[in-house]
């Protein structure tokens, strides 16, 4: 069992900065793959970003280059660093765990955070 705890979640301007924390208990952090996602109002899950330990980290084009994954093992903690926000970025982030490799599909991961709303204003 695994549970996740978003946090860093508000209300920024376009262009601004925002890093998202998953604080992550239950499990060896070390084995479980950490995925981020948002939903935004009427659409689907969608995926963000994912990492594995090691060097494996999988974006999706649409934040390719503006949001960067990073992991503390030690703290057993995923951190998702987003700039150049923009509107579109409006959602709610999940943090997600599965074990094994960093997936792109939702149904992959088994362990859920709450979500975090972040707001860009425009």
């Known amino acids: 069992q695994v549970q996740l705890v978003e946090t860093g979640g508000g209300l920024v301007q376009a262009g601004g900065s925002l890093r998202l924390s998953c604080a992550a208990s239950g499990r060896t952090f070390g084995n479980v793959a950490m995925g981020w996602f948002r939903q935004a109002p009427g659409k689907e899950r969608a995926f963000v970003a994912s990492?594995?330990?090691?060097?494996?980290?999988l974006y999706a084009d649409s934040v390719k280059g503006r949001f960067t994954v990073s992991r503390d093992n030690a703290k057993n903690t995923v951190f998702l660093q987003m700039n150049s926000l923009n509107a579109e970025d409006t959602a709610v982030y999940f943090c997600a765990a599965r074990v094994g490799l960093p997936s792109r599909r939702p149904d992959d991961y088994i362990y859920w955070g709450q979500g975090t709303q972040v707001t860009v204003s425009s």
């Open positions: 990492s594995a330990s090691g060097t494996l980290t």
